[in-house]
């Protein structure tokens, strides 16, 4: 049996969990806490760095504690302990390697320093015990990529957003409607109501050879008819974010299809493609049905793990350790390991011309 407490603190939640696994039996998620800082920003309209590094270090000897508690197990009977090391804001990543670190050097136990992409890579295969290889589509408020994901360790990157992150672009939308942050429920919600053809906003990079994202000038359109149309009712706020929304999905559709016939040529032999959506943003519906819809078209199966382990938690943080361990990877990390607030997961990919640098976890 190995056992791994985990910890995440690279945005804006606190975050501790311990996960199990025992012989060829599926792992066990024995405790998983998070401490969302959702109401410390909400007055500024976005996740302000000082203030989440501090609310890190107020809750995170709590949070594990509590963590630990609920998992019932005693700190002497865990293997090893792996934290989030990047990528993300480097005050919350200081927080949490150094609580880490000096667990583990009380304890005796091993260190792993997990990057936080690879925990959202790896979360299919503590939910649903996913092979390699498989796709994975992680959209948050920090990252918008495609991923094949080939092994423990082992990830190509194949499509990047040249400029905003996706939950970014729902978050920006949000603020110059006036609705409440954080962006993406809200503006799904006001969508409800709204008339997706009212307004024919741009679908960037439709149509290009590379499934990569942009999404800065649909929030630029977005403005735009906004600023011709005011003052704005509560109609034409749903008139707005439904049209918004039916444009992020025909897009995302454009570019997932792209990486999904590049996956069917890469990994012919591949027995069960699958798509996996990771992320905040996977939440939305008008989203998941277009992916879904895709996947049943192009013959994958469509993977969305249960959306309190797609959006950032501890448990994939815990399980990419145990993965690591399972692989004897872990030694690669440890003690000496330095936080990255920029740490991406397939080093042979070029950055794109300002890909996520302005996300909070870029
Ligand atoms: O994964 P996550 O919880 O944290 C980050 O790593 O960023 O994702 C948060 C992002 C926010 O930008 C939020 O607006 C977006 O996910 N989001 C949504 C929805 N729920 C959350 N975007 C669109 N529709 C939603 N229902
Ligand atoms: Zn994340």
């Given amino acids: 049996m190995i056992r791994v407490l985990g910890i995440e603190t690279s945005c804006d939640e606190t975050a501790a969990s311990v996960v199990a696994l025992e012989g060829g039996a599926a792992p066990k998620i024995l405790s998983n806490v998070v401490l969302s800082q959702i109401e410390e920003h909400a007055a500024f309209g976005g996740v302000v760095p000082e203030i989440a590094a501090r609310a890190h270090v107020e809750a995170l000897d709590g949070i594990v504690e509590a963590a630990l508690a609920d998992s019932g197990t005693a700190l002497a009977d865990i293997d090893a302990i792996a934290a989030t090391a990047g990528p993300g804001l480097v005050g919350g990543l200081i927080v949490g390697l150094m609580t880490a670190k000096a667990i583990a050097a009380a304890a005796g136990k091993p260190l792993i320093a997990i990057n936080h992409l690879e925990g959202h890579a790896l979360t299919a295969r503590l939910t649903d015990g996913l092979e390699f290889p498989y796709l994975l589509l992680l959209v948050s408020g920090g990252h918008t990529q495609i991923l094949a994901v080939r092994g423990v360790g082992d990830y190509q990157r194949w499509a990047t957003t040249i400029d905003d992150a996706l939950g970014e672009a729902f978050d920006k939308t949000a603020k110059m409607l006036g609705l409440p942050y954080p962006g993406g429920p809200n503006v799904e919600k006001a969508a409800q109501a709204g008339d997706a053809a009212r307004f024919a906003f741009p679908r960037p990079m439709k149509g290009s050879a ?82 879904e819809r895709l996947c049943a078209e192009a013959g994958f199966t469509f993977v969305a793990p249960p959306l309190k382990l797609c959006t950032d938690n501890a448990a994939m943080i815990a399980w990419a350790g145990i993965e690591r361990l399972r692989q004897g990877m872990a030694q690669e990390n440890g003690f000496d390991f330095v936080p990255r607030s920029r740490w991406p997961l397939d080093s042979i990919s070029a950055p794109m011309v300002g890909s996520g640098r302005r996300g909070a976890k870029a």
Avoid: H, M, W, Y
Wanted: a positive charge; glycine letters at 4%; hydrophobic letters at 50%.
């Fill in 210 to 291: 590379q499934p990569d994202f942009s999404f800065s000038g649909l929030k630029t359109a977005v403005r735009q008819a906004a600023t011709a149309i005011e003052p704005l009712s509560d109609q034409d706020v749903a008139d707005i974010c439904a049209s918004f929304q039916a444009a992020v999905a025909d897009a995302l559709a454009d570019r997932v299809s792209r990486a999904l016939a590049r996956f069917s040529q890469t990994f012919p032999g591949t027995k069960n493609p699958a798509l996996v959506v990771a992320g905040g943003v996977a939440a939305n519906r008008t989203i998941k049905a277009t992916l």
